[in-house]
Nanobody
């Protein structure tokens, strides 16, 4: 069983920064593909960033150059550094881990960017 816990969300002004963290707990012994998604009110969940098991990163066009996903193996954590935040970045951010073809999701953390 895999459990994911996100943290770091909050309220920030446009142009500010936040750093989200995702900590997997449970039967985790290797780096796995992990991803950040977000869902804004009234919209579908969308992919934000991916970090592969070999730490190759991919970003949505809307966040490329502003967001950075990274893995901290010592702390068994995947982070999402978000800079130059915009009001349209307001959403619940979810962490996903893919293990043996199965998707595991966290419960999300709310990011609100005020204009």
């Amino acid at each position: 069983q895999v459990r994911l816990v996100e943290s770091g969300g909050g309220l920030v002004q446009a142009g500010g920064s936040l750093r989200l963290a995702c900590v997997p707990a449970g039967n985790i012994f290797s780096p796995y593909l992990m991803a950040w998604y977000r869902q804004a009110p009234g919209k579908e969940r969308e992919l934000v960033a991916i970090i592969s098991s070999s730490d190759i990163t991919t970003y949505a066009d809307s966040v490329r150059g502003r967001f950075t996903v990274s893995r901290d193996n010592a702390r068994n954590t995947v982070n999402l550094q978000m800079n130059s935040l915009k009001p349209e970045d307001t959403a619940v951010y979810y962490c996903k881990l893919v293990k043996l073809g199965v998707d595991y999701w966290g419960k999300g953390t709310l990011v609100t960017v005020s204009s």
